[in-house]
Each structure stands twice: as C-alpha cells, then as structure tokens.
C-alpha cells in the first residue's frame, strides 16, 4: 500500500477519534524515513523478528518512557509553563493535570504520573479525609476521561498514609481503566493491614499491582526509582531511551544445540541488540534535541538517567526448543509436564537463559545508559506476536496452579532490574476471601517476586499485560471504536493472539504499535 | 544429624491415605488460601453426587488396565494379583479407566504416607493459611488425618497453618474426640432437614450429623455449616421454620454457606435436575434472613 493510501485509509477509518487518528498519522510520518544507519545483519535480525525495536519509529524524537520528578516540579513551580511553587492540595492537583499534558512518552500519553502519595502529601495539612477523597475522586475520574490510556502508572505506597488510603479507595470503588496503579509494599515499613487493604483490592479490580519495593530500591540509587508503564521498573528523574527486545523463540531455532545456545546464538544476537541500541538511542540523545526540554532545564529529568532496555521474549518457546533439540527428544513434546512451566529440568534451563542474559547485560557499556548500562527487562509482548509468548511466562492456558506457577518463575526475578510480571490468573472464588489473596502474595514476594501482578477471572476490568482493558468494551470496540486508546490495542491483540483464550480471560500485551485494520 | 527429627520421622505412622487429588491453592474450603486433600471413599451414596469415582476404593481387579490408550495402567510387579499402578506422567486424563471400572471407582489414587504429605504441605507452606482434609468422606481415614496435623500442630514451622476438616458429619463422637486436639475447625454438611430426604439423597440417616453438629458447636470448632440447595428436591424451603429455628441457636460464629446443585458430571437420576440458580439461591437466602438466620455465605459463582 502506498504511503498516501495508507494515510487515507487512517483519516477516513470509522472506529478511530481525531486525535488517535493524529497519532497514528504522526507513526506513519515518522516511518516514511529512512531507517537509522545499522549494518546488514541487524537489518536482517530484524526483519526475520529476532530482534525488534517495537515500532517505535525510524528516528526517535523522545525517550520511550519519562519519570520526571513530580515532588521537585510542585516544590519549585515551572518558569516554563508560568506555575508558582503549590501550597495546597487543589495548586497540586491542578499543577500536576498541567504538567501531565507536557510530558512525552512512546504513546505520548504520560506513562509515569508519580509517586503520588509522596508528591501530595505535602499538601494535605488541615484537610479532613472526606475532603481529600472528594478531591482525590474528581482528579481520578478527570485521567481516565482525559489521558485514556492504561498505561499510565500511579505509584503508592510503602508508607501508610492519607492519600495511598484515599487512593486505593477510590479505585476500587470506580473500577476504572486508567490510571494503572502499583502498591509498593516493604515488610518493614507497610503495616499488613494496609497491605491486606491492597490485596482485597486486587480481588475487586484486579489492581493495584503490588512491587517489592526493598528489592526494586535496592537495585536503584538513593534518587529512587518508578514503576511506569506495565511494569518497567526505572530510575526516577530519568528513564528509557529506548526499548529493543530479542525474540528468544527465534534465536533457539537457529541454535544448533543448548551449548551452540550459550556460547554463539545468544552472544550473536546480543550484540545485535546493542548495536541497534546504540544508533536508536545516539540518535535520541544527539540529533533529536529532546534533552533540550524544560523537563531538563528545570531538573526534572536528567540525561544521565536515561537508560536503554534490554527486552526479551520468547522464553517459554525457547526452552522447549532446546530441550527437544538436545537429550530429550524422547520426550513428546505435547506432553505439557516435560515443559517450561512444569518440568524442574525445563524450568532450570530457563533460569540459567536468565543468568547469562544478566551477565551479558552488566557488563555490556552503552554510551548512553545508567550508570553506563542498559536494563534487562522481561517484555510483555506486544499485540502483533503470534505462537510467541511474552517475556518469560508460561504459554497462555497452559499455566500450572498459581502456587505453582509462582514456584516456576520466581528465579527468573532477580534478573530483571527494568521489569518482569507475571500475570497470575486467580478464579473469582477468591472474590469472597481476600485473605487467600493476601497470603499468595506475600508468599510470592517471599520467593523473590519483583512484582505480583494478578487477574481475577470473572473481572469484566481484564489485564492486558501492564494496562487493564474492559472485557465489554472489547465487543463495543469493534462496532464503534473506542474513548480508551488501550482497548484498540487490546482488540487488536485478543484476535492476533488468541489472548482471550487464557485460562480464563486474560490478555497480554505492552503496546500496540502501529495501526493494522 | 538431628537425632530428634530422626526419632520424629520414626514415629511417622507408615501407612499411606489413599488420596484422590491435591490442589494447592484454593479460597473455598475455611479461612484464606489453602492446601486442600481429597481422601478417596465415601459412606453416602449421594445421588447428587459429582464424582462418584472417589465413593468406593478400587480393589485391584485390573479391569481397566488394558483400557488405557496410553499404558498409564499396569500391574505393580509384573504380577497379577499385585496392586494397580498408574503412571502420572503418563497419564493423558482422558478417564477411559473411570467408565470401564464395574465399582465405579478409579486407579487414579495417589499413596500418601504423612511424611510424604509434610514435605508437599512444606514446599506450600509461604502461601497458604491452612490446610483442608475433604473427601470423598475425609473422616474414615481418621488415622491418617490426625497423625497429619498432630505432626503440623508440632512442628515450629509449621504450626502456624489451620488445620480443617470437610466431613459429612457421619463421624461418631468418639470419632471426633480423637481429632478435636488437632483440628480448628470442621466444614460440615447438612444435606437435607428431614430423616426420609436425607436418606433418600444420601443412602443414610443422619442422627450422625445432628450429633456432630452438637459436638463441635458446644466444642467451639464448628466452622461453617454447608446446605447444599436443589430446588425442588431438598427440603430447606418445605422446612425453613425449623431449619431457621436451628440454625439461629448455632454459635453466633459459625458460618451459615448456601451451596447451589450443579447437575454435571452427576451419574444417576439427579443428571435430570435442574441446576440451582443464583435466584433459588437468593430466593433461600431471603427466606432464612427474614427469620434472623445470617449473616450467610453464597455461592461466588454458579459453575
Ligand atoms: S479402578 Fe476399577 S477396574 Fe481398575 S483395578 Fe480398580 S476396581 Fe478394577
Ligand atoms: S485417565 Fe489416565 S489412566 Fe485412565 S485411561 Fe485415561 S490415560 Fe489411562
């Protein structure tokens, strides 16, 4: 299809809104450019999908993810945007709708809106909680109208306080699909009450999801860290330039054995993912003039805390293929209990694929990264894959009790510093017994577990990897498009990836990239 | 070596339950998540009942052994007249074996020894809050489950896991004295309010039941009382001023759960029954509050 059919066809689409159709005009734009000088074989990688930049476009004008520091931009007002230092709760609130509207990301929607009990508790002297939960109401239902997209990410917690309260109150009571929400839980600091709180939550709309907020600080600076987007994990004041993922279902099929796996596949395509790396983010950080930005001349963000991720996906595929590759071809492979997920020999293998994709990533310099490198990151997929699962999970349907579950995939977490969910379907019985909530979770942060991400079944609000989309809106979307970007993309991704089949219903995807009709 | 732990493995008892099926985690079966054990073996004859393979014990006749597409059956030994052995792993589940047995029972049993069933109950031990003993009638293996949670109760890592019994209430008195010391709590099920509709339903009568109703309500372990609703056939809304009247002198903790009928996978008559819907359910939720019987637990879904 020529460039001007294409564009055509998005200005005369029914289903799309003005402005998402502006957006998907700016994507075509941008990929009418050449690409980015790269060399033959990682034009060849990418093409066959070993490796993929996750259309984020041919020549990157902005980071793929933003975490300026809220608390700072309230504290000292913006010259740029003519805002005075706040002094109250409503100046807050205000002040940060502003901002919001001025803070770029992949899908241009802000992805990180702060840590905001921190940010706001500042400003909540004097107030009784009544107040602070009308004010708090208004504000959640003005981001769901006005910036409809899931991936944006609240953070709360691990302190107890008014507005983490007020905030999870007032999600469960309004169920909506955006603002995504993360608990951060710390078992010296959370109370288990609070944290109970959450979990109950979880069992009425499947948010908030809860970080091991010990185990995330700890691989940060004292500067701190957010959780945006589904689940990236990154430096506050700084965050992604770039996102490049390997497809680790298609780097086993060109090995020719497990060991041919560790010592030539995985390195090769590695150092593909770096080079691509290196052009998309030299490109961001030396042409595009991004970091000219009042975010960074007012110290809200800091080029130096920038760093790429690395994603991968494909894991589950990627060890059944090299077990049946090397000495356990006798072992049929429909038989789902010698597979990733169920078998020991399976799963350690998996881990091991882990430990030598973090060593390569620690000590592996790019020139723009934290503190020198780039972030591995288990990626959730996206709504154009197909027969591949995402980051390291286990293939949709096929996933053991969720005790199990947690049990299998828990060593893969200390790996990811940039981010890994699982997602953890629960059946709605657990509705009516929040405890048993509670309990899986701090069992599974016990093991390890960066984050608990889980889905409750009969939820008509389904987990789309990092967003929420609602089940009825899927339906509604196919006849006349939708107020909520994210349910495009989860359409999308329930044809392409058969993701509604997941026992039960629930999708997995971190971003719908490019328009497909 | 830790000659204490030795001695207390030792005096494990060496006889295996027979064991139909383990989940892991489930939120129905007492307080939180729970590790629940399905004893395989029954005394009632429930028409209504939804697996009746785990009623009656296989008795190793071998019938179903050549049945299997998958050679997950064989004779243990080689032998004969030896036992059923049936290989997991191999195990496609397609249940050839259940509808070709004559006793209507099942060679998928697992053999659990106490010690075998601490270390499943330890690699679950982060994640739940207890643990639940169901059936089958989980109480005619008495033995095993009271050397099973005496060996939870006193073990420091362990004893701080609930330890419930699912029965049907058949257990005698003397039965339940044995468990009290080890149990928190029991799920006990009332499956009809007049003596002919029990037995027409459960083969049995049920002197047994009201009894240990009594008994573990006067003893504070009465947990939950579970009625199991088919309208039409059981009799709580023909009867609702005397069940009400019951139920209300109950301890006030004791938790009152209305379980809806669900015709699958039932194997007599009952197939033809309706399934109880979430409005039977409500209309003898609305009944038994009217007469101050509450607060009640319904069914989370009607599946
Ligand atoms: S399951 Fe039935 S058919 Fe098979 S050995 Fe046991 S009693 Fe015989
Ligand atoms: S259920 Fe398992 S053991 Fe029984 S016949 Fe089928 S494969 Fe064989």
């Not at chain 1, 009784?128 to 708090?136: A, G, N, R, V």
């Not at chain 1, 990236?232 to 996102?243: C, E, V």
């Not at chain 2, 393979?53 to 052994?65: E, K, M």
């Not at chain 2, 049920?206 to 309500?217: D, G, K, N, P, Y």
């Amino acid at each position: 299809m020529s460039l001007q059919q294409k564009i055509k066809q998005i200005i005369t689409d029914p289903t799309l809104s003005a402005k998402q159709k502006s957006s998907y005009l700016a994507l075509e734009a941008d990929a009418s450019l050449p690409y980015l000088p790269v060399s033959q074989v990682v034009h060849e990688a990418m093409d066959s999908g070993i490796i993929c930049d996750m259309f984020e476009g041919n020549a990157p004008f902005k980071p793929r993810y933003v975490l300026p520091d809220y608390a700072k931009f309230l504290q000292q007002g913006s010259e740029y945007l003519e805002l005075q230092a706040v002094e109250n709760l409503d100046e807050a609130l205000n002040a940060l709708t502003i901002i919001y509207h001025h803070v770029p990301s992949v899908t241009n929607i802000p992805v990180y809106l702060g840590q905001l009990d921190e940010v706001l508790m500042p400003y909540t002297a004097g107030l009784d909680p009544e107040t602070i939960y009308q004010k708090i109401k208004l504000f959640w239902i003005m981001l769901d109208r006005t910036l409809p997209d899931a991936f944006m990410h609240v953070n709360i917690g691990p302190t107890d306080n008014i507005i983490c309260r007020t905030i999870l109150r007032v999600d469960a009571e309004l169920k909506q699909v955006a603002p995504n929400l993360t608990f951060m839980y710390d078992p010296q600091i959370t109370p288990e009450e609070l944290f109970q709180r959450a979990a109950a939550n979880i069992c009425e709309c499947s948010k908030p999801h809860i970080a091991n907020y010990p185990m995330h600080a700890q691989s940060y600076d004292q500067q701190g860290f957010g959780i945006v987007s589904c689940y990236n994990s990154l430096p506050l004041a700084g965050g992604a330039n770039t996102l490049v993922r390997l497809n680790l279902k298609e780097a086993a099929l060109r090995a020719e054995s497990r060991e041919d796996f560790f010592s030539h596949t995985l390195p090769h395509y590695c150092t593909l993912m770096y080079e691509l790396i290196e052009a998309r983010s030299q490109f961001l950080h030396e042409q595009s003039h991004f970091f000219d930005s009042f975010l960074v001349k007012e110290g809200l963000i800091e080029e130096s805390r920038f760093a790429p991720m690395f994603g991968i996906f494909g894991m589950a595929e990627a060890v059944n293929i090299l077990l049946n590759k090397t000495d356990f071809t006798d072992i049929p492979l429909s038989n789902s209990k010698s597979q990733y997920g169920h078998c020991e020999t399976a799963n350690i293998l998996g881990h091991q694929i882990s430990e030598a994709l973090d060593h390569i990533v620690k000590s592996t310099a790019v020139t723009y990264g934290y503190h020198g490198r780039a972030l591995l990151h288990s990626q959730g997929g996206i709504s154009l894959d197909e027969d591949v699962t995402p980051g390291v999970r286990i293939p949709y349907g096929t996933e053991p009790d969720p005790i199990a579950h947690i049990q299998a995939l828990a060593k893969h977490h200390q790996y990811y510093t940039s981010g890994i969910s699982e997602i953890l379907t629960i059946d709605e019985t657990v509705k009516s017994n929040p405890q048993a909530m509670y309990q899986l979770c701090k069992g599974a942060l016990n093991l390890g577990f960066r984050e608990f991400s889980a889905n409750v079944a009969s939820n008509d609000l389904i987990r789309v990897t990092g967003y929420m989309i609602k089940l009825s809106d899927i339906e509604r979307f196919k006849a006349q498009g939708s107020r909520t970007n994210t349910t495009g993309l989860g359409a999308e991704a329930a044809v392409n990836t058969s993701i509604l089949n997941r026992k039960p219903r629930v999708a997995s995807h971190e971003q719908s990239p490019r328009y497909v009709r | 070596m830790n000659s204490h732990l030795a001695t207390y493995a030792e005096k494990l008892p060496q006889t295996k339950a027979a064991v139909s099926k383990v989940i892991n985690f489930s939120c129905v079966d007492g307080p939180g998540s729970r590790l629940v054990i399905f004893l395989q073996g029954c005394n009632y004859n429930c028409l209504n009942c939804h697996n009746p393979q785990t009623i009656d014990l296989c008795d190793n006749c071998g019938g179903c052994i050549s049945s299997c597409p998958v050679q997950a059956l064989s004779w243990a030994d080689n032998s004969t007249s030896s036992s059923v052995k049936w290989d997991t792993d191999l195990c496609i589940h397609c249940d050839t074996c259940l509808s070709i047995c004559p006793k209507q029972s099942t060679p998928k049993t697992y053999h659990y020894s106490v010690a075998d069933m601490l270390l499943l109950i330890r690699k679950n031990s982060l994640f739940i809050n207890g643990i639940t003993i169901s059936g089958g009638e989980a109480t005619l293996q008495l033995n095993f489950i009271k050397s099973l949670f005496e060996a939870v109760k006193t073990a420091p890592d362990l004893q701080h896991l609930s330890c419930m019994v699912d029965s049907n209430g058949s257990l005698s008195e003397s039965g339940w004295q044995k468990l009290l010391p080890f149990i928190d709590g029991a799920m006990i099920d009332l499956k009809a309010w007049q003596q002919a509709t029990h037995l027409w339903i459960t083969g049995r009568d049920h002197h047994r039941v009201f009894r240990s109703l009594a008994l573990l309500a006067a003893e504070h372990k009465l947990y939950e009382v579970r009625l199991l609703h088919i309208p039409g056939k059981t009799d709580f809304e023909s009867e609702i001023d005397a069940l009400a009247d019951y139920l209300k002198k109950l301890p006030p903790a004791v938790r009152i759960k209305l379980n809806a009928f669900q015709n699958h996978g039932v194997t007599t008559e009952a197939k033809t029954w309706k399934a109880c819907t979430e409005q039977d359910i409500k209309q003898l939720a609305g009944q038994l509050s009217q007469r101050g019987v509450g607060p009640l637990i319904l069914p989370a879904v009607y599946i």
